[in-house]
C-alpha cells in the first residue's frame, strides 16, 4: 500500500456500462437499483449489508450529491473479482474521498454474520443456537429486533482500519477494500 501521499492507488472491476457513463459524464454513482437488478433472489441480503453500510460509512466520507451505493475497489489487484466482464480500472483516490476496510471483515457481513474475534463470534452463535436462530433467520425477517441489532453494533468494527488508512499508515490485514461514494474520470489512470 502507498503510504505518506494523499492519494492510494486502487483496483475496481466495472461494466462496459459504467464505462460508457464515466466517459459521457465523467462521474458515475451507483444505485440501489443495481444492486437489485444484478443479484435478483439474493438482492435482500445485499439491500441489508448495503444499507447498514451507507448509513454509516456517510458518517466518515460524506457522500457527494447524487450518490446511493458505493462502488468497491481494492489496494491489491489480487482481491478483486473481474469474472463479470467490463474491465478493472487503475484508479488514484484521494484518501479523503474513500471509505476504508478490511475484506475479510466484509465478507463475514455479507454472510450476515456477527462481527467479533472467535470467542465473541462462538459465544454469539451459541446462543442463537440455543433459540433455533442463525444469523440469516435474525437479519432477513423483522421477528428479532434485539439479536439484530447485536449483529449491526458487531458491524461497526468493519471501520476499525479506516482512519489509519486514510492517513496512510500500515495496519495489520492482508486485504484493503475501499467503498466510493463514485468515480470519477480524473481518478481512472488505466483502463478507458
Request: hydrophobic content about 40%; glycine content about 8%.
Amino acid at each position: 500500500m502507498d503510504c505518506g501521499r494523499d492519494t492510494i492507488t486502487l483496483y475496481s472491476p466495472q461494466s462496459d456500462t459504467v464505462l460508457r457513463v464515466l466517459e459521457r459524464d465523467g462521474v458515475c454513482f451507483s444505485r440501489a437499483e443495481y444492486v437489485r437488478r444484478k443479484y435478483g433472489e439474493s438482492a435482500p441480503i445485499f439491500l441489508t449489508v448495503y444499507g447498514w453500510y451507507v448509513s454509516r460509512a456517510a458518517a466518515l466520507v460524506p457522500p457527494p450529491e447524487g450518490a446511493e451505493y458505493p462502488y468497491w475497489a481494492f489496494a491489491n489487484s489480487r482481491d478483486l473479482d473481474a469474472t463479470m466482464g467490463g474491465q478493472v480500472l487503475t484508479l488514484e483516490v484521494p484518501r479523503s474521498e474513500a471509505v476504508f476496510f478490511d475484506l475479510g471483515d466484509w465478507s463475514r457481513l455479507l454472510q450476515l454474520r456477527f462481527l467479533g474475534d472467535e470467542r465473541e463470534e462462538t459465544a454469539f452463535r451459541k446462543e442463537l443456537e440455543l433459540r433455533g436462530l442463525d444469523t440469516q433467520k435474525v437479519m432477513l425477517s423483522s421477528f428479532y429486533p434485539e439479536w439484530k441489532q447485536q449483529i449491526f453494533k458487531s458491524w461497526e468494527r468493519l471501520f476499525r482500519w479506516h482512519s489509519a488508512i486514510q492517513k496512510g499508515e500500515e495496519v495489520p490485514v492482508a486485504g484493503i477494500q475501499a467503498g466510493l461514494w463514485c468515480i470519477r474520470r480524473e481518478w481512472v489512470t488505466k483502463g478507458l
